[in-house]
């Protein structure tokens, strides 16, 4: 028996739409059936529920780690020194979660408060280079849409293209190009990304004035990897715009951009590309650089969440 005020509906939870919104919805023996993520069925109705529910709760910030072991130790500084009430859930702990591959990504999403900031941080990514398909690559971006974050500020390490451009920089991130070829042999196009977070990267360099920190900015070129680009490669990417190289940080972009998310990209520099140095690119480098660069990168972040 039911009361006057109960209305039972026969729907599709993909599609059901409605003009009135719930404070609780209630899903009995359903959600854990949509375990499809190649076909993202379960996202879906994560973000038709977020409307019906009129849900205004929200992490304002999310930092996803850099690409190599070595940037990666920044963003795990940050966290382990200066993140606080912080909660810990280990990539393995998540249903179906992928976990990384790479060593130093430790696999953690991990919570807290920094500059009294709610900030999420995603302590490990995925490359194509691992073997991962694209949904795999963004997957993470996917999830803290719908953990109703609004901004997502990536880091990376990268290797200059431009002598103007030195290692131990912090480079800001303007466009990308994607030179990875998956699905086109023409020639990439920079994508801006600055214009449509204009106010985000206004914050940027406010703050990195303020602290006295230096700061490059162009275009990032994402390449394969995992081994470093040839001369030749650094010549063609350097001819489409390019300023810096690296091997990620494009999905996420591209991805967050689709969902409506500001989007900030800083990039460590840790080394000259191929044909730039009289020495190739080694690893030792790009570990002993992303270190000496670890407390300005600091007060950056820091600086960014108080304009925030």
Excluded at 75 to 81: E, G, L, T, Y
Excluded at 189 to 215: C, F, H, W
Aim: proline share 5%.
């Amino acid at each position: 028996m039911t009361n006057k005020k109960t209305k039972f509906i026969l729907t599709d939870m993909l599609d059901y739409s409605t003009n009135k919104t719930f404070d609780v919805i209630i899903f009995s023996e359903s959600i854990y059936y949509l375990d499809d993520l190649e076909k993202l069925p379960l996202m879906r109705v994560v973000r038709n529920i977020q409307k019906i529910l009129g849900n205004n709760d929200k992490i304002d910030q999310l930092f996803s780690d850099p690409h190599n072991e070595d940037s990666s130790n920044v963003v795990q500084h940050v966290i382990d020194r200066y993140l606080e009430n912080k909660k810990i859930i280990s990539y393995n702990q998540i249903p179906e979660y992928p976990s990384p591959s790479v060593p130093g990504h430790a696999g953690e999403l991990v919570s807290g408060y920094l500059s009294g900031k709610p900030v999420l941080a995603a302590k490990g990514r995925f490359h194509y280079y691992e073997g991962h398909d694209w949904e795999t690559l963004v997957l993470p971006v996917h999830l803290f849409h719908y953990l109703n974050v609004r901004t997502l500020i990536i880091t990376n390490s990268s290797g200059s293209m431009r002598s103007s451009i030195k290692p131990g920089n912090l480079f800001l991130i303007n466009g990308y190009l994607d030179c990875t070829f998956r699905d086109s042999a023409e020639d990439p196009q920079v994508i801006n990304i600055r214009d449509s977070s204009s106010q985000l990267y206004e914050m940027v360099t406010i703050g990195a004035s303020k602290n006295n920190i230096p700061l490059s900015e162009g275009n990032y070129c994402w390449a394969l990897g995992p081994s470093y680009e040839t001369p030749a490669e650094i010549t063609y990417f350097q001819s489409l715009g390019g300023d810096v190289v690296g091997m990620s940080t494009v999905p996420e972009m591209m991805e967050a951009k689709k969902c409506g998310m500001d989007i900030l990209g800083i990039s460590c520099v840790t080394n000259f590309a191929a044909g730039l140095s009289d020495s190739p690119p080694n690893h030792e480098e790009v570990i002993e650089t992303a270190e000496k660069t670890k407390h300005e990168f600091i007060k950056l972040l820091k600086a960014i969440l108080h304009c925030y």
